[in-house]
T-cell receptor
Framework: EAQVTQNPRYLITVTGKKLTVTCSQN?????MSWYRQDPGLGLRQIYY???????DKGDVPEGYKVSRKEKRNFPLILESPSPNQTSLYFC??????????FGEGSRLTVL | GENVEQHPSTLSVQEGDSAVIKCTYS??????FPWYKQELGKGPQLIID?????GEKKDQRIAVTLNKTAKHFSLHITETQPEDSAVYFC????????????FGQGTILTVHP
């Protein structure tokens, strides 16, 4: 079954404590991307990757890091989380830049 | 960069009525315009998309229209059903920053039985 798997699905953490949200896909897609969803703001792109070792900034990259060492994995790293990073995060993949397949989402709360 | 505006933010209709959601975009080089539906607690799913060489596309009760000159595109849902209730997002990509997909703010559609 084609899947985009995110972990953790829910996380409550404190300001400054480094965390990583993992994303793994089994569809052999080259393109992967991270979005955050906030009420009234829709989905905003954080980072995207066109292929292994190729990453680029989206619209809201500040405070986030990513890496793409393997085709199937695209972790999102928050080195020093702050309360304004409290949000619902989605990982998505696609073949090229066509239909996106989204994960189930990771709800992050930073206290 | 690209900017996508979506209206209305909420839409309430009676079952059987039509629903229309409108989006405008800023980058005239954008050439791919998908629409996603997000049900409660889930990730968005593609429901229909259109490319800039096409003016209209239909899939059963759903249609999308594109006006490149005016830089706007719309989603039309006919004969709405309660299961159409969800959040709908438009998006645009393929412009000057290939790989970047910019979403609208979303529309909460409620279909009353």
């Amino acid at each position: 079954e084609a899947q985009v798997t995110q972990n953790p699905r829910y996380l409550i953490t404190v300001t400054g404590k480094k965390l990583t949200v993992t994303c793994s896909q089994n569809m052999n897609h080259e393109y992967m991307s991270w979005y955050r969803q906030d009420p009234g703001l829709g989905l905003r792109q954080i980072y995207y990757s066109m292929n292994v070792e190729v990453t680029d900034k989206g619209d809201v990259p500040e405070g986030y890091k990513v890496s793409r060492k393997e085709k199937r994995n695209f972790p999102l790293i928050l080195e020093s989380p702050s309360p304004n990073q409290t949000s619902l995060y989605f990982c998505a993949t696609s073949v090229g830049a066509g239909e996106l397949f989204f994960g189930e989402g990771s709800r992050l709360t930073v206290l | 960069g690209e900017n996508v505006e979506q209206h209305p933010s909420t839409l309430s209709v009676q079952e059987g009525d039509s629903a229309v959601i409108k989006c405008t975009y800023s980058d005239s080089a954008s050439n791919y315009f998908p629409w996603y539906k997000q049900e409660l607690g889930k990730g968005p799913q593609l429901i229909i998309d259109i490319r800039s060489n096409v003016g209209e596309k239909k899939d059963q009760r759903i249609a999308v229209t594109l006006n490149k000159t005016a830089k706007h595109f719309s989603l039309h849902i006919t004969e709405t059903q309660p299961e159409d209730s969800a959040v709908y997002f438009c998006a645009a990509s393929g412009g000057t920053s290939y790989g970047k997909l910019t979403f609208g703010q979303g529309t909460i559609l409620t279909v009353h039985p």
